[in-house]
């Protein structure tokens, strides 16, 4: 069975701190992308990479880096969490045709 | 911006049909569409995908006319466990961005 993993369900940090999201994805896929997704507005596109080592701003990167050192992880970095960055962030990873997109069952964080 | 417009909700009851419609007048030529299912507290899920015409596997139907600007997400014989969000969305070949919108959220009623 097909699976990308979250390293947390759910994760409490202080404001200021750093914050790293896992993923790790074990189909060889070559994209790998996070999202964020708040009530009323969907998913929204933070960063995306389409092989090791390279990287792509989505829609709202500011606040978010990302590293892909490996090609099956893919990690989510707040430098310096805030409290608009509460939210569900959701991993996925497509093979390079970009046909299926497939999805971690989430990290719900809380910035306090 | 999500590039597709779709109704921000549809109320339905176990065991009709049910479609939700979704417009993309900028669609390009190579786009493919696509349909994800989400559930709350999970991550969306592929149920379908389209050029043109008709596509049907064993979830649901996927009808895309000639001009392509619209699709229309069928669902038979809805149950409570349909009660979700879906994702009408343009998929690029050998693209990378996938942007998905709100969403329509559907409720099936007993």
């Known amino acids: 069975d097909v699976k990308v993993t979250q390293s947390s369900r759910y994760l409490v940090k202080r404001t200021g701190e750093k914050v790293f999201l896992e993923c790790v994805q074990d189909?060889?896929?070559?994209?790998m992308f996070w999202y964020r997704q708040d009530p009323g507005l969907g998913l929204r596109l933070i960063y995306f990479?389409?092989?090791?080592?390279?990287?792509e701003k989505g829609d709202i990167p500011e606040g978010y880096s990302v590293s892909r050192e490996k090609k099956e992880r893919f990690s989510l970095i707040l430098e310096s969490a805030s409290t608009n960055q509460t939210s569900m962030y959701l991993c996925?990873?497509?093979?390079?045709?970009?046909?299926?997109?497939?999805f971690g069952q989430g990290t719900r964080l809380t910035v306090v | 911006l999500a590039k597709t417009t779709q109704p921000i909700s549809m109320d339905s009851y176990e065991g009709q049909e049910v479609n939700i419609t979704c417009s993309h007048n900028?669609?390009?030529?190579?786009?493919?569409i696509t349909w994800y299912q989400q559930f709350p507290s999970q991550g969306p899920r592929f149920i379908i995908q389209?050029?043109?015409t008709k596509v049907t596997n064993e979830v649901a139907s996927l009808f895309i006319p000639a001009d392509r600007k619209s699709s229309t997400l069928s669902l038979p014989r809805v149950s409570l466990s349909d009660t979700a969000v879906y994702y009408c969305?343009?998929?690029?070949?050998?693209?990378?961005?996938?942007?998905f919108g709100a969403g329509t959220r559907l409720f099936v009623k007993a």
């Open positions: 996925a990873s497509s093979s390079r045709e970009n046909t299926e997109a497939f």
């Open positions: 189909m060889d896929h070559e994209n």
């Open positions: 990479s389409y092989d090791v080592k390279m990287k």
């Open positions: 900028n669609i390009a030529t190579n786009d493919y």
């Open positions: 389209g050029y043109k």
């Open positions: 969305l343009e998929r690029t070949t050998g693209g990378f961005k996938t942007i």
